[in-house]
């Protein structure tokens, strides 16, 4: 049972590059979120979708895309990478919303360093 | 809206001793309550989690929590600190009931909890 995967775990990159960030479940869950953990702000919701080629912004979306053509891929695309997006990335997924209090799923996360 | 407040950005116990990590919520709707622990360089993992059912929820671990809805409250305990307890700890909240297309978390700043031998 994989769960839900990220790849890469680690990635170095340089301030105006593309990067893609991947996230795979296995569970068919319907929501997937991305967030970002940074010292100091805790995590913060960068992007969530409630099913495939539904998503929605989150707290923090700015300099980023997702996509979601499959229920069980919910990659994260910085564009253009900067320094401020130097931070752990994670994945993450849900059965689904409407007051279930359902658990969300962490992966084991991203580190992403923008030099 | 939603918040979370942990009151404590770091505790400090030692092993064998009980684990009170405190968690204060606001929420406009019925909340559904979560603490998550995250071991250095890993993801989170799932403690347990409040539901509107028993008020009294136990976890993995040894790891219980009490919703109070007078207080606000869903504070974290365990009787007996043990060396791998040492982690950082996140309160989080979200709506009972959220709207079609609407699921979110609302996360707790976390509480580092280290475990003098």
């Known amino acids: 049972d994989a769960g839900i995967t990220q790849s890469p775990r680690y990635k170095i990159t340089e301030t105006g590059r593309q990067v893609t960030l991947m996230c795979h479940q296995t569970?068919?869950?319907?929501?997937m979120f991305w967030y970002r953990q940074d010292l100091g702000h805790g995590l913060r919701l960068i992007y969530y979708?409630?099913?495939?080629?539904?998503?929605d912004k989150g707290e923090v979306p700015d300099g980023y895309v997702v996509s979601r053509s499959k229920t069980e891929n919910f990659p994260l695309t910085l564009e253009s990478a900067t320094r401020s997006q130097t931070s752990v990335y994670f994945c993450?997924?849900?059965?689904?919303?409407?007051?279930?209090?359902?658990?969300?799923?962490f992966g084991e996360g991203s580190w992403l360093t923008v030099v | 809206a939603q918040s979370v407040t942990q009151l404590d950005s770091h505790v400090s116990v030692s092993e064998g001793t009980p684990v009170l990590l405190r968690c204060n919520y606001s929420?406009?709707?019925?909340?559904?309550l979560f603490w998550y622990v995250q071991h250095p360089n890993k993801g989170l993992q799932l403690l347990l989690k409040?539901?509107?059912?028993?008020?009294l929820v136990k976890g993995i671990n040894g790891f219980e929590a009490e919703f109070k809805k007078s207080e606000t409250s869903f504070h974290l305990t365990k009787p007996s600190a043990h060396m791998s307890d040492a982690a950082e700890y996140f309160c989080?909240?979200?709506?009972?009931?959220?709207?079609?297309?609407?699921?979110?978390?609302?996360f707790g700043k976390g509480t580092k909890l280290s475990v003098i031998p």
């Open positions: 929420s406009s709707y019925s909340p559904s």
């Open positions: 993450a997924s849900s059965l689904g919303g409407r007051g279930t209090g359902n658990t969300i799923y």
């Open positions: 409040y539901t509107s059912a028993a008020t």
């Open positions: 989080v909240v979200t709506l009972a009931y959220s709207g079609a297309g609407s699921y979110q978390l609302t």
């Open positions: 979708s409630a099913a495939a080629d539904i998503t």
């Open positions: 569970w068919s869950h319907s929501y």
